[in-house]
């Protein structure tokens, strides 16, 4: 889906962030709906409800994007129409592949191992690649893109810290007034809806008037304010005492200083990778993003 919204603009046009950035608002629009539904519901009636309505909300994604896709404009078809051998057989892998994923789950070592594994050899087999068959231009923009996704390993350590230990931190250790922590997940979401419009009208001007900030600048101003949030709960943590429940209004500034940063780094980097990387490379590049 990401390198679709990318084939939409040309390589230079400057409101492929601003576009990336909406894209990434109608993302989170699910986010917010749905940590709140099934967060609510999971702690409410039991958590296999929660999870099942997640289920149904990604069908129904799925039904939205069969109804839209005339106005893709073809935009991440095929190059030719396929075989109904070959349709009916990537069916057939995918529920397949839906079978391991049922069965890794329930071996988080060896999942870990794994992801290892196979990272190590995605990164060497795009590295090979670049230096042996591309171009040196764009060999040098897959070196960039490589660094950008190196730097945003750091970001992502932190930030998905929301999913559990901020979490945890939430449930245990802040004063929430009988909300149940899970409902407190749709936070970003909701801030990412009210401030997407905001970044991608500011990234679009300053484009236009040739002084939008370079994207590796926009992943530091990302890194920096991850840091800042959790400077922010740390000093309100411990403004009140460790036997004390931390005021709720901490929670709130953490997610809104980590959405700001997610804001400057995660959309931009889709765009990122979709412009770096050669056309036969796009969908590669972004699943190593």
Known sequence: ISVIVGQLYPRTDVRRDGAYTIFYMGINLGAAIGSLLCGYI???YG????FGLAGIGMLLGLAVFT??????????????????????????????LVAICWVLIQNQAVVGMLLGIFGALLVAYVIFTAVTKLAPEDRDRIFAALFLIITSIVFWALFEQ???????????????????????????????????PVFATLWTV????????????????????????FLVLVWGANSVGVNVPTPVIFIFLIYLLHTTGELCLSPVGLSAMNRLAPAHMASLIMGVW
């Open 42 to 44: 999971g702690e409410t």
């Open 47 to 50: 958590w296999a409800y929660g």
């Open 67 to 96: 109804w839209g896709k005339p106005l893709l404009l073809g935009r991440g078809e095929p190059s030719r129409p396929l075989s109904k051998g070959t349709e009916w057989g990537l069916y057939a892998a995918g529920f397949g």
């Open 162 to 196: 929301a999913g559990s230990s901020l979490n945890l931190f939430t449930e245990r250790h802040v004063e929430r007034g009988g909300v149940p922590a899970s409902m407190f997940q749709s936070i970003n979401a909701i801030y990412i809806i009210l401030l997407a």
């Open 206 to 229: 300053l484009g236009r008037k040739g002084k939008e900030p370079s994207a590796p600048f926009k992943f530091g101003l990302g890194v920096v304010q991850v840091g800042l949030g």
